[in-house]
C-alpha cells in the first residue's frame, strides 16, 4: 500500500511539473507571437484602445491624447506626416492608418513590405459604426468591435427618443477651430447635433467642414453657440457678435468635450449625451429660446 501511495504521489508530482512547463511554453508563445500594432490616426487609436489591443499599441501620433495610456507610447510625429525612419524602426506587425488625400505616407509604407490596414475615414455615424467593424476585423476581435456598436447604437436610440420629447430645437453653430471653422452637413459632428435635437446652421453645406465668414454666422444668427476652442468671454468679445442670439441669451457652451465630438470613435456618444444634457438644462431653464433665460457656461456654474 505505502509503495502504491508513494507511486500516485510520484504521479502526481510530474503531471504537475508537466502542466508547469506547459504553461510556461504557452507563455512564452503568446509572448513571442503578440502584435506589434501603430495607429496613424488619434481616432484609431481610440478605437484599438477601447477593443481591448492598448498593450500591443507600441507607437501612436502626437495627436493621440486619449485614453490617458495612450500619451505614453512612442510618438511618431502627425498624421498627415510621419516619421516614416521612425515607423520602419518600430517594425510593426500591423499599422492602422485612416484613409488621408494629402498623405502619401500609406503608400511609401506598403513599398517598405509593411502591413498596413487603411481605414475610411468616416463622415457620418455609420461610417464610424463601419471603422470600429474593420479594425476589429483586423485585430482579430470581431465580437469586441460588434458589442462596441450594438452599445453605441442603444445609447443613439435613447438620445433620438429624448430629441423627439424637446420642446423646441434650437438652431446651433459649432466653432471646431479659430477663426469661425465649423462642420457642414457631410460630417458626423453635424450629423451628432441633429440627433441630439439641435439644428446646424450650416446643416445645408455639403461638405465636412468650412471655415464660415462672419457676415454668414451674423445672417444665420444661431440660437447656441457650442464651442470647443474658445471662452463665452472671447466669443463676447468679438466685435459685432454682440447681436447673435446666442450670446445676447448666454447660451454658449463650452464644456462638452472636444475630442468626444470631433472624432470619429465610439467617444462620439459620450460627447452626444454631454450635448443634449446641455441643451435639456438650456430647455429647462427657458421654456423656448428668445426670452433672455440663461444657461450655465461651465460645469462649475
Known amino acids: 500500500m505505502r509503495k502504491f501511495a508513494l507511486g500516485c504521489l510520484s504521479l502526481l508530482l510530474v503531471l504537475l511539473a508537466y502542466q508547469q ?55 511618431i510625429g502627425d498624421f498627415v506626416n510621419p516619421n516614416f525612419e521612425k515607423i520602419v524602426s518600430l517594425g510593426p506587425d500591423v499599422l492602422f492608418a485612416e484613409t488621408w488625400s494629402t498623405s502619401k505616407i500609406v503608400s511609401r509604407l506598403r513599398a517598405s513590405g509593411l502591413n498596413v490596414q487603411e481605414v475610411k475615414s468616416p463622415h457620418s455615424v455609420e461610417e464610424i459604426y463601419q471603422a470600429i467593424l474593420q479594425v476589429g476585423e483586423g485585430l482579430g476581435r470581431p465580437q469586441r468591435a460588434q458589442a462596441t456598436v450594438a452599445g453605441m447604437k442603444r445609447r443613439i436610440e435613447s438620445i433620438r427618443t429624448r430629441a423627439a420629447a424637446m420642446k423646441f430645437h434650437p438652431s446651433l453653430y459649432v466653432e471646431i477651430d479659430r477663426p469661425s471653422w465649423t462642420v457642414g452637413r457631410a460630417s458626423y459632428t453635424s450629423e451628432a447635433i441633429e440627433i441630439c435635437g439641435a439644428r446646424n446652421i450650416f446643416s445645408d453645406v455639403d461638405k465636412p467642414a468650412l471655415q464660415a465668414s462672419k457676415e454668414a454666422i451674423l445672417e444665420r444668427d444661431p440660437e447656441v453657440i457650442l464651442t470647443f476652442d474658445s471662452t463665452p468671454e472671447e466669443f463676447r468679445r468679438r466685435p459685432g457678435w454682440e447681436n447673435i442670439s446666442a450670446i445676447r441669451n448666454g447660451w454658449v457652451i463650452a464644456d462638452v468635450g472636444r475630442n468626444m465630438l470631433s472624432h470619429g470613435s465610439h467617444r462620439l456618444v459620450d460627447g452626444m449625451e454631454q450635448l443634449q444634457r446641455r441643451l435639456l438644462e438650456l430647455q429647462a431653464g427657458s421654456g423656448a429660446p428668445g426670452n433672455g433665460a440663461r444657461v450655465p457656461q461651465s460645469a462649475d456654474e
Open 21 to 75: 512547463v506547459r504553461l510556461s511554453r504557452t507563455r512564452d508563445v503568446s509572448k513571442e507571437h503578440r502584435l506589434r500594432l501603430v495607429s496613424l490616426s488619434p481616432t484609431l487609436t481610440e478605437i484599438l484602445f477601447e477593443l481591448g489591443a492598448g498593450d500591443d499599441v507600441v507607437a501612436v501620433t502626437t495627436y493621440c491624447v486619449y485614453p490617458e495610456e495612450a500619451r505614453a507610447k512612442e510618438k
